[in-house]
């Protein structure tokens, strides 16, 4: 329906039913980028969580200020030591129409542990026992201080929906990674917004679910019109014109502008989520020598990429916890010595460098590729010379699984908003069985890291677990395990009355379903 009769038609429904028609509230947002997927196990990413808080529902949700909230489960208690009851709520439905029943939630839970990207948050869990059809039990191995922070991760699937075969004979519930599947083409969650419409990289639709289960939340949007707009010039440029009305990142460049422009709010957070690069041993030999890669690590100005390129819009980092983690080490200074790069590079017998290639994506971070040729070039001062490779995550991501590159840039937030998570898919040995080292494309592989990160993972003592993450950080930070940058802070773009500031977190998860326009 073209603008002009959609407007025509709403006018001749407002005569007719008063102010109904006119209540409809639609709000207009654009991303960098839209979720590559809408099988909410296919990637681990901060683009599918987006849209699992959109579609789907978790058992529980982190509060803005890093509390839990009962979401599909109503409440919960510790049965023993390996064992946490959950109860969930009554009369919840599905898109489909379906209830929601133990038996979805322990369907999920299964193929969760099966996910290649998951199934490591999952490793602690040995299974899920169904009590009742409102009541199961999440077991772990071992007494696991994280059991509510995974929880926050348990999207309950529609097992009806996804059961059975399609039309050419296919598993609607096979799991696909870049791949076309059913359950990457059709959803059916518990969420506020179905999704009605999707052209990947185009347009997505989502319209609140008339059964929603949610009606206490205060958030009256019917319609999330989602559209990615890379470029940052126009994504800025599309809310001030008023052509959108909610804008997710706003560029570093861009803050004074959006907050003090008429008609727009500037919504902004200290964020957690690292941004590094990783170093493939498994495909450049000098990068076996810790003595090269602390090299890199000293070449790297990570301050003047904050300053010049984030526009202080980050925190500097030398290791993966930022402050307020356990793991975290004020000790762990970020390194830049350009002479002392040199002379490790002399040391190891690379005084003349060499040559690596080099990928990074161009929407998923903030200023993402411009950080990435700021490395190429700080790396050509101790002569390693980059050939740098930039494109769009959709793009990015199979290359990524691919390892196909020398060196490849990746952000990483805390998936349970604890140290050891960064160290589970980044540094640790890759394990396909576990799912440990998923998203570790340097290959770096360290045993008394991992033993720690494990033994981390059955402490109880917050101090005892501190002095573990701790030692564990230090391990990578004098090993050069990887190039930390920074922590990437967040800012959002709202139009006045669209309140923003309600619904945003650390996480980048903003809750849509409880989204308030005036």
């Known amino acids: 329906m073209s603008s002009l009769l959609r407007i025509a038609a709403v006018g001749a429904m407002s005569v007719m039913l008063g102010n109904a028609a006119l209540a409809e509230t639609t709000v207009k947002v654009a991303y960098d980028a839209d979720p590559v997927s809408l099988d909410p196990h296919e990637q681990l990413s901060g683009g599918t969580l987006q849209l699992s808080h959109m579609a789907f529902d978790p058992l529980v949700r982190w509060t803005q200020d890093l509390q839990f909230e009962p979401r599909l489960a109503t409440s919960w208690e510790q049965i023993d030591d390996t064992t946490v009851r959950f109860h969930l709520r009554d009369g919840v439905k599905f898109h489909s129409g379906n209830p929601l029943t133990?038996?979805?939630v322990e369907w999920t839970f299964d193929r969760l542990k099966s996910s290649p990207d998951f199934k490591g948050i999952f490793e602690p869990f040995t299974d899920l026992e169904v009590v009742d059809s409102l009541t199961f039990d999440l077991k772990t191995s071992a007494a696991y201080p994280l059991v509510l922070h995974t929880a926050t991760y348990l999207f309950p699937m529609d097992s009806?929906?996804?059961?059975?075969?399609?039309?050419?004979?296919?598993?609607?519930?096979?799991?696909?990674?870049?791949?076309?599947?059913?359950?990457?083409?059709?959803?059916?969650?518990?969420?506020?917004f179905i999704v009605t419409e999707r052209e990947q990289g185009v347009r997505m639709v989502f319209e609140r679910f008339d059964g929603y289960w949610d009606t206490a939340s205060k958030g009256n949007v019917d319609k999330i019109i989602l559209t990615p707009i890379k470029e940052d010039p126009t994504r800025v440029a599309a809310l001030l014109s008023g052509d959108v009305d909610f804008i997710a990142p706003v560029p570093p460049t861009d803050l004074k502008r959006v907050d003090e422009a008429e008609g727009t709010?500037?919504?902004?957070?200290?964020?957690?989520?690292?941004?590094?690069?990783?170093?493939?041993?498994?495909?450049?030999?000098?990068?076996?020598?810790?003595?090269?890669?602390?090299?890199?690590?000293?070449?790297?100005?990570?301050?003047?990429?904050?300053?010049?390129?984030?526009?202080?819009?980050?925190?500097?980092?030398?290791?993966?916890?930022?402050?307020?983690?356990?793991?975290?080490?004020?000790?762990?200074?970020?390194?830049?010595?350009?002479?002392?790069?040199?002379?490790?590079?002399?040391?190891a017998g690379y005084a003349d460098g060499f040559t690596v290639t080099m990928m990074s994506?161009?929407?998923?971070?903030?200023?993402?590729?411009?950080?990435?040729?700021?490395?190429?070039?700080?790396?050509?001062k101790i002569n390693i010379k980059v050939d740098l490779q930039t494109m769009p995550k959709a793009q990015y991501w199979?290359?990524?699984?691919?390892?196909?590159?020398?060196?490849?840039?990746?952000?990483?937030?805390?998936?349970?908003?604890?140290?050891?998570?960064?160290?589970?898919?980044?540094?640790?040995?890759?394990?396909?069985?576990?799912?440990?080292?998923?998203?570790?494309?340097?290959?770096?592989?360290?045993?008394?890291?991992?033993?720690l990160m494990v033994a981390s993972n059955t402490e109880t003592d917050p101090a005892k677990r501190a002095e573990m993450l701790?030692?564990?950080?230090?391990?990578?930070?004098?090993?050069?395990?990887?190039?930390?940058?920074?922590?990437?802070?967040?800012?959002?773009?709202?139009?006045?009355?669209?309140?923003?500031?309600?619904?945003?977190?650390a996480m980048n998860f903003p809750y849509f379903g409880d989204l308030v326009v005036d």
């Open 265 to 347: 709010t500037l919504v902004t957070m200290p964020g957690t989520r690292i941004i590094t690069v990783q170093l493939n041993q498994d495909r450049v030999e000098a990068f076996k020598d810790a003595r090269v890669r602390l090299a890199i690590d000293y070449a790297v100005n990570n301050a003047g990429i904050v300053d010049r390129i984030m526009r202080g819009f980050g925190t500097v980092a030398g290791q993966a916890s930022p402050a307020g983690y356990l793991g975290h080490d004020a000790a762990l200074a970020p390194r830049f010595d350009l002479e002392k790069a040199k002379a490790l590079m002399a040391e």
């Open 160 to 192: 009806k929906f996804y059961t059975g075969t399609t039309a050419d004979g296919k598993d609607k519930a096979e799991l696909v990674k870049h791949g076309d599947s059913f359950a990457s083409r059709n959803l059916s969650g518990t969420g506020p």
């Open 470 to 505: 701790q030692k564990m950080e230090g391990i990578l930070y004098n090993e050069a395990a990887f190039i930390p940058l920074h922590w990437q802070n967040l800012a959002w773009g709202a139009r006045t009355g669209v309140h923003a500031e309600g619904i945003v977190n």
């Open 102 to 104: 133990t038996a979805d």
């Open 361 to 380: 994506p161009n929407n998923r971070y903030v200023n993402d590729d411009k950080i990435a040729q700021a490395v190429a070039s700080m790396l050509s």
């Open 398 to 451: 199979p290359k990524f699984d691919e390892r196909a590159a020398d060196m490849l840039l990746i952000g990483w937030h805390s998936d349970t908003e604890d140290s050891a998570n960064f160290h589970q898919f980044l540094t640790a040995c890759p394990d396909a069985e576990t799912g440990n080292g998923q998203y570790n494309s340097g290959n770096y592989c360290n045993p008394e890291a991992d033993a």
